[in-house]
């Protein structure tokens, strides 16, 4: 981390301390900030040594930056569409000098096809929002509702553009809600990418699955493996020895 990393605060904004490598992220109070989700997603991601790896719809930057804490990969990039939240990515990465390493692209999801060369990365992952624009109570805070609701893309933009910009034979990542599960199969297999690994994350041992992380090949066989699920805490406020030792909190 930078020396002096107040000086990249605006107003309202403090530094999170990500507990990896002595990395720290820009959040801002009245604005969405990163959740368990995005600390699942860059713990199942897998990144090989010398992979490229996008992030769609990056927010502040915590998956590319914890990408890039946790994998060998050799350039991370996060795309993301509201100008005011890129900017604090890019903060973020300048607080943590890995600007030789990670870049935030200004641009929409819907038309990362057109920004990147086809087939370009390795990885493409994304934490995309969970609600249908018309589904549910958006929050009147702009930045907020845009990261829950789909209001600027969908589960189907999302996919076609991974599908576009992932190598054939490079994976794709998503973190999603159970609920959704068959739609985001079928968008998958509409674009050709196979379904690989599941695994649901469960909030405690007795209660039903919140999420869904995903892994899908460009060009796969039709075999998909469900692994063990993964249980978030052991009781209220108190996280599992897996959460701990396998996501480093």
Same mark, same amino acid.
């Given at each position: 981390m930078i020396e002096?990393?107040?000086s990249? !605060?605006?107003?309202?904004?403090? #530094?999170?301390? /990500?507990?990896?490598?002595?990395?720290? $992220?820009?959040?801002?109070?009245?604005?969405?900030?990163?959740?368990?989700d995005?600390? /699942?997603?860059?713990?199942?991601?897998?990144?090989?040594?010398?992979?490229?790896?996008?992030?769609? *719809?990056?927010?502040?930057? #915590? #998956?590319?930056? !914890?990408?890039?804490?946790?994998?060998? *990969?050799r350039r991370?990039?996060?795309?993301?569409?509201?100008?005011?939240?890129?900017?604090? @990515? &890019?903060?973020? %990465?300048c607080?943590n000098?890995l600007?030789?390493?990670v870049e $935030?692209? /200004?641009?929409?999801?819907?038309e990362?096809?057109?920004?990147f =060369?086809?087939?370009s990365?390795?990885?493409?992952?994304?934490? +995309? =929002?969970?609600?249908?624009?018309?589904?549910?109570l958006?929050? +009147?805070?702009?930045?907020? @509702?845009?990261? &829950?609701?789909?209001?600027?893309?969908? !589960?189907?933009?999302?996919?076609?553009?991974?599908?576009?910009?992932?190598?054939?034979?490079?994976?794709?990542?998503?973190?999603?809600?159970?609920? &959704? /599960?068959?739609?985001?199969?079928?968008?998958?297999?509409q674009?050709?990418l196979?379904?690989?690994?599941?695994?649901f994350?469960? +909030?405690?041992?007795?209660r039903?699955?919140?999420?869904?992380? #995903?892994e899908a %090949?460009?060009?796969? *066989?039709?075999m998909?493996?469900?692994?063990? +699920?993964?249980?978030?805490?052991?009781?209220?406020g %108190?996280?599992?020895e897996?959460?701990r030792?396998?996501?480093?909190?």
């Amino acid at each position: 981390m930078i020396e002096h990393p107040e000086s990249l !605060l605006k107003d309202k904004e403090h #530094i999170d301390d /990500l507990e990896r490598n002595g990395y720290g $992220i820009i959040q801002r109070k009245d604005g969405f900030c990163f959740g368990m989700d995005a600390v /699942l997603l860059s713990g199942f991601a897998q990144v090989k040594e010398g992979e490229n790896v996008l992030d769609l *719809g990056t927010g502040t930057g #915590i #998956i590319p930056i !914890l990408l890039e804490a946790k994998t060998k *990969g050799r350039r991370f990039t996060g795309l993301e569409i509201q100008e005011e939240v890129a900017d604090m @990515a &890019r903060r973020s %990465v300048c607080l943590n000098q890995l600007e030789e390493k990670v870049e $935030i692209v /200004l641009g929409d999801i819907k038309e990362a096809g057109e920004l990147f =060369p086809r087939s370009s990365f390795d990885v493409v992952t994304s934490n +995309p =929002p969970y609600i249908r624009d018309d589904h549910g109570l958006k929050n +009147p805070e702009i930045r907020k @509702a845009v990261s &829950r609701h789909e209001i600027l893309c969908t !589960l189907d933009d999302v996919v076609r553009e991974a599908a576009k910009l992932v190598k054939p034979g490079g994976r794709f990542y998503l973190v999603h809600r159970p609920q &959704r /599960l068959m739609e985001i199969i079928t968008a998958m297999k509409q674009v050709k990418l196979e379904p690989k690994r599941l695994k649901f994350v469960h +909030p405690f041992i007795d209660r039903e699955a919140n999420m869904v992380l #995903i892994e899908a %090949v460009r060009g796969g *066989g039709s075999m998909v493996k469900v692994e063990k +699920p993964v249980i978030v805490f052991r009781k209220p406020g %108190v996280y599992t020895e897996e959460i701990r030792e396998v996501y480093g909190y």
